[in-house]
């Protein structure tokens, strides 16, 4: 019986966790998680040179996402629907063929990448919602291939705003 309410407790401390504050909000079609505010284009498809924009468009402080962790990794393929792919805010600098680079300047500290992916072709990163690649990481052409992407923006800068 202690197990269960211990596990109860743990499961109410993080939705908690999870939840906004009164003061934290997000805009318009922007879903709450971990302080973070995150935007899914939907139907939407561009090349991924255009999300910088894109996101700006839907607030000045929004950026292509990062991915630090598992928890917002799984956030944002439930945020995606199924069956598609979404542009992330990872590339690959053909100066540094070896290195992949977050567009916020953040460390690249967390993975989730296919088997047999990155391939050195591609430069670009999506995030799969499709059953047999459900939340691994893909490669794709920057300026040719199309999918829709998310945005982040950090809820304290919405607050401020």
Not at 6 to 11: A, R, S
Not at 59 to 75: C, E
Not at 82 to 109: E, K
Not at 119 to 125: H, V
Request: glycine share 6%; net charge negative; hydrophobic share 35%.
């Amino acid at each position: 019986m202690q197990l269960v309410k211990l596990t109860l407790l743990l499961v109410v401390a993080q939705a908690l966790e999870d939840a906004p504050a009164p003061d934290q909000e997000c805009p318009g079609d922007f879903s709450y998680f971990q302080g973070m505010c995150y935007y899914h284009s939907g139907g939407l498809a561009v090349p991924w040179v255009e999300v910088p924009l894109e996101c700006y468009n839907f607030h000045p402080a929004a950026q292509p996402v990062s991915i630090h962790n598992r928890r917002t990794n799984d956030f944002l393929t439930t945020l995606a629907g199924t069956n598609t792919g979404s542009w992330l805010g990872l590339f690959r600098d053909q100066a540094y063929p070896d290195s992949w680079f977050w567009l916020d300047g953040s460390d690249v500290d967390y993975t989730s990448w296919l088997a047999g992916e990155p391939e050195n072709s591609y430069d670009c990163a999506t995030l799969s919602t499709h059953s047999a690649y459900l939340g691994h990481w893909t490669s794709h052409y920057c300026t040719t291939s199309e999918w829709p992407y998310y945005c982040q923006v950090n809820s304290s800068s919405v607050a401020n705003n």
